[in-house]
C-alpha cells in the first residue's frame, strides 16, 4: 500500500532534550511537508521540500530543524530551543507543489513534561 | 503574504439538509485553494481542489466548492448532510505566482450534523 508514515504515533521527552520525528513515504512524491497542529489554531507549516536536498523554513521554523537526504524521507527534529513543542505533528508528501493536493500521515503526539 | 480566514469554528446541521462551511483567501497573485477533512485523531484527507477552469468544483463524498474571485472565497457545500460529514474541515491555498510551494491553512471549521 502506498502512503505516509509516521512514527512513533505517542511521544514523550523531558525538556531539554532533542527529539526527532520520523517520516516516510513511498508515493514517489517530491515534495514533503512538516505542520504543526494546536487547537484552535489549525495547522502552521514548520518546513517543506520541494526536491531531495532541498528545503524551506515555514512560518513557525524557529527551535526545529530538518533534513531531505533521501526522496521518501524527511525527519524532523525539535530542539530544545522549542518554547512549546508539546504539539500534534503531521507530515504531509505531494507529487509536486502548486496544484498538486497532500497527503498526509496520521501524526504524531508530542508531549514534553 | 498569503491567507486564510474561516469565519465559524463551528458549524450545525441537520441530517438531510444542505450544508456550507465559508472560507474566504487573501493572496498578491493567483490562488490554488484546497479543502481537507480531518475525521478525529486522524490525519487530514484531501477533498476536493480550485487550479483553474469551472469555477465549481466536484470532490469527494459529494462535496462541491465554488470559486468567487471577486468575494475572493471558496466555500465548500453539500446539498444533503450525513451524520458521517462531521468532522474538522480545514481550507488551503497556495498563491501560485509568488510561492507555489507554500501551503497556508485556516483554523478548521468543526462540523456536526446531527440525526
Known amino acids: 500500500d502506498g502512503g505516509i508514515t509516521q512514527s512513533p504515533k505517542y511521544l514523550f521527552r523531558k525538556e531539554g532534550q532533542n527529539v526527532t520525528l520520523s517520516c516516510e513515504q513511498n508515493?514517489?512524491?517530491?515534495?514533503m511537508y512538516w505542520y504543526r497542529q494546536d487547537p484552535g489554531q489549525g495547522l502552521r507549516l514548520i518546513y517543506y521540500s520541494q526536491i531531495v536536498n532541498d528545503f524551506q523554513k515555514g512560518d513557525i521554523a524557529e527551535g526545529y530543524s530538518v533534513s531531505r537526504e533521501k526522496k521518501e524521507s524527511f525527519p524532523l527534529t525539535v530542539t530544545s530551543a522549542q518554547k512549546n513543542p508539546t504539539a500534534f505533528y503531521l507530515c504531509a508528501s505531494s507529487l509536486r507543489t502548486g496544484g498538486d493536493e497532500q497527503y498526509f500521515g496520521p501524526g504524531t503526539r508530542l508531549t514534553v513534561t | 503574504a498569503q491567507s486564510v480566514a474561516q469565519p465559524e469554528d463551528q458549524v450545525n446541521v441537520a441530517e438531510g439538509n444542505p450544508l456550507t462551511v465559508k472560507c474566504t483567501y487573501s493572496?498578491?497573485?493567483?490562488?490554488?485553494l484546497f479543502w481537507y477533512v480531518q475525521y478525529p485523531n486522524r490525519g487530514l484527507q484531501f477533498l476536493l481542489k480550485?487550479?483553474?477552469?469551472?469555477?465549481l468544483v466536484k470532490g469527494s463524498y459529494g462535496f462541491e466548492a465554488e470559486f468567487n474571485k471577486s468575494q475572493t472565497s471558496f466555500h465548500l457545500k453539500k446539498p444533503s448532510a450525513l451524520v458521517s460529514d462531521s468532522a474538522l474541515y480545514f481550507c488551503a491555498v497556495r498563491d501560485i505566482d509568488t510561492n507555489a510551494g507554500k501551503s497556508t491553512f485556516g483554523d478548521g471549521t468543526t462540523l456536526t450534523v446531527k440525526p
Open positions: 508515493l514517489n512524491h517530491d515534495a
Open positions: 480550485y487550479i483553474t477552469g469551472d469555477n
Open positions: 493572496v498578491s497573485g493567483n490562488p490554488y
